[in-house]
């Protein structure tokens, strides 16, 4: 399987899909190879003002799949998530690849912020005929149901490693219709614990071996859970 992220810090945080092809291998998926177009605070609409880039990933890179992530904090609204990725839809489909919908989350201290990012990204995937990973929505009834689960990382904005995981397990279970509940406790975390600016690069770590790590079993068992509960919903 060949996908590419097109997004930003909330698709390239703690390597998240490097745990997302990690998943998939453990759930018998075979080789998957990511690639990532994401840049700090971007937009959608930034990833088309910068066509020629985007469209030789879609034209030339044999896809299977395109994960279109939109800006989050602060989000730019319905009209601007089905125009701009409408278009890179389109893209996706001259490509040969299968655009999937990711429906982000709002930030901490705005949850009421998820319906609108929600009824957004459900749009878009319907006009677009695209798939729906609805990892905001499954964000948003665990901060409700288990608020001992810390998702965000330290700014409330960003995804901690168990917010990453519930990224790549929702990812996982859409692309692949694996048992969610099967995988394995695997994650990243890029700084591992180091307190970190947010644009400090240097700080991250460098070594993907040391990126991955085991998270907790309990905490990733409830993430699993409400996946697979939202996912057998449709």
Not at 170 to 192: E, I, K, M, N, Q
Request: proline residues 6%; negative net charge; glycine residues 10%.
């Amino acid at each position: 399987m060949r996908i590419l992220f097109v997004g930003n810090s909330h698709s390239y945080f703690n390597d998240m899909p490097a745990t997302f092809a990690r998943l998939c291998a453990a759930a018998g998926a075979g080789e998957v190879v990511p690639t990532l177009l994401a840049y700090s605070g971007r937009p959608l609409g930034w990833h088309l003002d910068e066509y020629f880039s985007l469209r030789y990933n879609l034209l030339y890179g044999r896809y299977d799949y395109c994960v279109l992530q939109q800006q989050a904090h602060p989000f730019p609204g319905r009209a601007v998530l089905l125009a701009d990725g409408g278009r890179i839809a389109a893209l996706c489909r001259a490509g040969g690849a299968t655009p999937v919908v990711l429906t982000t989350w709002a930030e901490r201290r705005a949850p009421e912020h998820q319906a609108e990012m929600t009824g957004a990204a459900r749009a878009l995937a319907a006009q677009e005929g695209a798939l729906l990973a609805p990892v905001g929505e499954i964000w948003q009834r665990l901060r409700e149901d288990h608020p001992e689960l810390e998702l965000f990382w330290k700014d409330g904005e960003h995804a901690s490693p168990y917010g990453s995981y519930l990224e790549a397990v929702t990812l996982c279970g859409v692309l692949t219709g694996c048992d969610v509940t099967a995988l394995p406790a695997t994650g990243g975390d890029f700084s591992r614990g180091a307190d970190i600016a947010f644009y400090d690069h240097p700080r991250v770590l460098e070594d993907p071996a040391a990126v991955a790590e085991e998270l907790d079993p309990d905490r990733c068992a409830l993430i699993r859970a409400a996946v697979a509960e939202r996912l057998r919903e449709g």
